[in-house]
Structures are given as C-alpha cells and as structure tokens.
C-alpha cells in the first residue's frame, strides 16, 4: 500500500510562488499527478509526471505557470506554482498509480490528504 504525504501549502498573494512536495513511500508506481479542489468543484486534474519516463501533461489553465517535477531516488514529487491566481485556490491533492488516463482522478489508486492553497488579491 502506497503511502502519500503532502507539504508546502499556504496563504500568498496574487502573483507569488509556492512550492508543494509529496513524499511517497510503499510500492512502485507509473504516474504521480497533483489535482486540486476548490470549494464546492469537482476535484480537477493540475499536471502528471511518468515516473520513468520524461513525459509531463499539463492542464490548460496552469501551463507556463506551473512544473511538475520529481525525485526518483528519494520518491518525492513537487510542484512549483509561480504566478499564483485567485483560481488557484483550493487543496491540492498528491495522486499516483498506474493512470493510462493521467487526467481522470479515478484512475489513481493512492491519495494524501491534501494541503491547501489559498491565493488572496
């Protein structure tokens, strides 16, 4: 049983930067992903990594602004959100798992329990 651990969530204003970590512990896994959930949404999907290949998948509303990355060896996945948005708002979710669909939240078997962002004006 894969074991998920968020950090690194926070208040910041309009235009500022943060960077969330996502410790992993348990058995292997093909893809690790952040999604996000504001206040009365769906949970959306924010960007996925392959954990052995170079492939990255963004969603549209954070491309340019935000990158995914991780660190194999020490089985962490970041996040580095800079030009922070009132919309980024919401608790950011660590997913990983065997995802042939990296945007679909039901294909990730493992979940942490999330560390929220809130952006204020």
């Known amino acids: 049983q894969a074991r998920l651990e968020e950090s690194g969530g926070g208040l910041v204003q309009a235009g500022e930067s943060l960077r969330l970590s996502c410790a992993a512990s348990?058995?292997?896994?093909?893809?690790a992903a952040w999604f996000r959930q504001a206040p009365g949404k769906e949970r959306e999907f924010v960007a996925a990594?392959?954990?052995?290949?170079?492939?990255?998948n963004y969603a549209d509303s954070v491309k340019g602004r935000f990158t995914i990355s991780r660190d194999s060896i020490k089985k962490k996945i970041f996040l580095q959100m800079n030009d922070l948005r009132l919309e980024d708002t919401g608790v950011y979710y660590c997913?990983?798992?065997?995802?042939?669909?990296?945007?679909?939240?039901?294909?990730?078997?493992?979940w942490g329990q999330g560390t929220q962002v809130t952006v204020s004006s």
């Open positions: 997913a990983a798992g065997q995802a042939f669909d990296v945007t679909n939240p039901h294909e990730y078997a493992y």
């Open positions: 348990g058995p292997t896994f093909y893809v």
């Open positions: 990594i392959s954990w052995t290949e170079d492939i990255t």
